[in-house]
Every structure is written in C-alpha cells, then in structure tokens.
C-alpha cells in the first residue's frame, strides 16, 4: 500500500482526560493513553483544549509535544488565545473547531463560509507557523469553497449525523461524505473524518478514496474499558485497512 493511499488514523485521548478530571488528581494518564496509541499503530494523536478545560488541561498539550513521536493534531476554538496556546506549541496541525460551553461535543461542523472575516487571521498565524490548518466541518460544498477561500489546506468532515443515523436516512448522509470528499479532491484540499464513529460505522467511511485521515475517540476509550486500548486500536486500524481493500492488518 503506498503511502499516499494508507488511511491514517489519529486517536483522540480526551476522554481518557475525562475520567482522570472525574476524580480530579493524575490518573488515568492520558500521556500513557497517548504512548499506548502510538504502539498500536495510531499515526498520530488527536487532544482537543476546550476553553473549558473540561478534559484536556494546558499541561498535557505540553506533555504531548514532549513526549509523542507521532504528530499532535490540536483541536481548538476559534479564539486568540487558542491561537496563542497553539502558536507557542506549534503542534503539527491545528484543527479549527466550533465550541459551545453548553456541549457535551462538538456539535455540528464550523461555519466557513459564515465566519471568513473572524477565520481569516487565525488562520494566516496558523499557518505562517508552519502549523497545518484544519477546518471541522458540514460535508457541504459551501463550507469546502470557504475553506479554499480562507487558505486551510485541510478539512475534517464531520461524520457525527452519519453514525447516528439509520437505513436510508444514512446511506443518504454517506452519499452526502462521499460527494464532498470527491469535492475536496477538486479543490485541492486534503479530507479527513470523524466524529461519532465505531467499529460498526467506520467501514463506509474508510473506504471514501479521498479521505486520508479519521479522527475517533470517544468510542475507542469506551471499548478500550472492555478489551484494552491496544487491541480496540488495533481492531479499528484492521477494519480501516479492510474498507481500503488493503485487507492488512496493523
Ligand atoms: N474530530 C473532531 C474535530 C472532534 O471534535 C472530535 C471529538 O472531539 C473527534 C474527531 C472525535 O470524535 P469521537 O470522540 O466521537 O470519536
């Protein structure tokens, strides 16, 4: 499989963060989350800082660039002091989020098209740091136009209305993935996914040519609390390669 064609997963740790803030002290770590991912074959590690700091705390981001050898995709709201945080880091890659306090997730994607003045300099900082943009949003050709306008090499399609979704209902949603990834492809930006997927949606998703990069988290620490975090990794790292056709396991 070449590298241009291998689908790269990046596991989001946030929950493990979750758990430990529930108790408030150190434990679970999610640095050790984080190491424990990148042995089962994780391509990179996803943490997102809500302003909130409901999970991940300015302290792990800092561990995280410390300690990973994979890169750190660093989810964030559009604010200046994300911006900072992330600029004084300078993880691999920034993926622009849309936050509500109120929340339990990110709810829907970013408005692009929407929100250009207000995006526009963010992510000229962003980006003049070498850090590479990514943009969370609606599989939307509005929002994919936006992106290019706006300069973000990256978006994340957001597959949480896909997972929830049932029957014709979803089959409707994938279609609605698969045009905006071959959409991506046109307008040169880069696709990626996630949100909300498991073992039981992640096969359509996978198998969208064009999208090189799924992001999933919450479902892989819940799994992880049955079979290990190394081997749900693993298992949605087969299923990925089989929905590519690589058929390969990690
Ligand atoms: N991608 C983005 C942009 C997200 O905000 C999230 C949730 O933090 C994910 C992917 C992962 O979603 P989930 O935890 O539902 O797998």
């Known amino acids: 499989m070449s590298a241009q064609s291998r689908l790269r997963l990046g596991v989001n740790i946030d929950h493990v963060a979750t758990v430990r803030n ?5 434990l679970p770590d999610p640095l050790r ?17 809500r302003e909130d700091r409901r999970h991940i705390v300015d302290d792990d981001i800092t561990g995280l660039m410390r ?41 829907g994607g970013l ?3 929407g929100q250009h003045n207000h995006l526009k300099p963010m992510v000229a900082r962003l980006r003049d740091a070498g850090i590479r ?6 599989a939307d050709p509005r929002q994919l136009e936006a992106a290019v306008v706006l300069g973000a090499p990256v978006v994340e399609l957001h597959t949480g209305r896909y997972c929830e ?29 996630g949100h909300g997927l498991s073992y ?8 969208i040519p064009e999208v090189r990069e799924l992001n999933i988290g919450h479902f892989l620490i819940g799994e992880a609390i049955f079979v290990g975090l190394e081997p749900a990794i693993r298992e949605m790292r087969r299923l990925m390669d089989a929905a590519r056709g690589s058929g390969t396991a990690a």
């Open 133 to 138: 943009v990514s943009l969370f949003i609606e």
């Open 200 to 207: 039981g949606d992640v096969g359509p998703v996978a198998a």
């Open 165 to 193: 979704l049932d029957g014709a209902a979803k089959q409707v949603e994938l279609v609605r993935l698969q045009k905006a990834a071959a959409l991506c492809a046109r307008l040169g930006l880069e696709c990626h996914a």
């Open 33 to 49: 989350a984080a190491r424990l991912a990148e042995v089962a074959g994780a391509d990179g590690i996803t943490a997102h800082l």
């Open 22 to 26: 529930a108790r408030g002290g150190h």
């Open 67 to 107: 300690d990973l050898k994979v890169p750190l995709n660093f989810e964030m709201a559009a604010t200046i002091e994300m911006v900072d945080i992330a600029l004084r880091h300078r993880p691999h890659a920034a993926c622009i989020v849309p936050e509500k306090r109120e929340e339990r997730t990110t709810e």
């Open 111 to 113: 408005d692009a098209a």
